[in-house]
C-alpha cells in the first residue's frame, strides 16, 4: 500500500471502511502537510459514504486554519445525521469561524441544542471559548429573532461577551435561572471566571440541568490540571 497522497485517495475511496478502520487516516494528513492539494477533499467531503466523509472531516479539522478555504463544504455536515460529521464539522467551524467566514459561527450556537448530549456539551465547550467577534456577530445576527428560546439565550450571550465585569451574584443568577439557555451560558461564564472566583463552577456541578453538571465537570478536569 502507497502512501502517496493520491494512491491513498483512491484506497480510501475503493474501500473506506478498511481504511478508515486501519487509521490510515492520518498517513492522508500527512499528504496534506507535505502539499497535496486541498481541493482534493472536497468530493471527499461530499461523498454518500460515510466513512469518506468521516476520514476528510477529521483531517480538515487536524488542518485547522489551513484548509479553511473548504469551510463553506464543512457547513452542510453540521445537520448530517451521523454525530461524528457533526463534532468534527463544529470543530472546524470554531477554527474557521473569522473574518469573513464569522457568520458560520452560528452553527455552533444552534448546535447546544443537538439531539446527542456529548454534541451539546462540546458546542458548549467550543462556545466558551470563542472570540469576542464571534460572539458579536453572533448576537447582531439574533437581533431580529423573536423565539423565546433565542431571546433567552441572547441576554444571557450579551452577558458573556462582558464576562469580566459581571458580579459573583450575577453570574449566580443565571446559574439559577428558570431558562435552560441562559443556565448553560451561565456555566460558560463561570468557566471563564474560574481562577477569579472558583466557587461558581462548582456550584455549577450541582446543577439540575444535566448539560450545565457535565459541561462544568468535564471544564473542572482539564482547569485543576
Aim: charged residues 20%.
Amino acid at each position: 500500500m502507497s502512501n502517496n497522497g493520491e494512491s491513498l485517495i483512491e484506497d480510501l475511496v475503493s474501500n473506506p471502511s478498511l481504511f478508515f478502520n486501519e487509521g490510515r487516516s492520518y498517513h492522508l494528513l500527512q499528504a496534506y502537510f507535505k502539499g497535496l492539494p486541498l481541493d482534493t477533499l472536497i468530493p471527499l467531503l461530499q461523498s454518500e459514504q460515510k466513512d469518506i466523509q468521516k476520514t476528510a472531516v477529521w483531517i480538515i479539522s487536524e488542518l485547522g486554519n489551513k484548509a479553511c478555504s473548504l469551510i463553506s463544504y464543512v457547513v452542510p455536515l453540521v445537520n448530517n445525521e451521523l454525530p461524528y460529521l457533526r463534532y468534527y464539522a463544529l470543530e472546524c467551524i470554531l477554527l474557521c469561524a473569522e473574518g469573513r467566514n464569522v457568520s458560520y459561527f452560528k452553527h455552533i450556537f444552534k448546535a447546544i441544542e443537538d439531539e446527542e448530549d456529548y454534541i451539546r456539551i462540546f458546542a458548549m465547550q467550543l462556545f466558551s471559548n470563542a472570540s469576542d467577534n464571534q460572539i458579536g456577530n453572533l448576537i447582531h445576527s439574533m437581533a431580529d429573532e423573536k423565539a423565546i428560546n433565542i431571546v433567552s439565550y441572547r441576554l444571557g450571550i450579551e452577558k458573556l461577551l462582558h464576562y469580566s465585569k459581571l458580579n459573583h451574584n450575577e453570574i449566580l443568577d443565571m446559574l439559577n435561572s428558570i431558562e435552560p439557555g441562559t443556565q448553560k451560558v451561565g456555566a460558560m461564564i463561570a468557566k471563564k471566571r474560574y481562577h477569579t472566583d472558583s466557587d461558581l463552577l462548582n456550584y455549577a456541578l450541582s446543577s439540575n440541568n444535566s448539560d450545565v453538571s457535565e459541561f462544568s465537570r468535564m471544564e473542572l478536569e482539564i482547569l485543576k490540571e
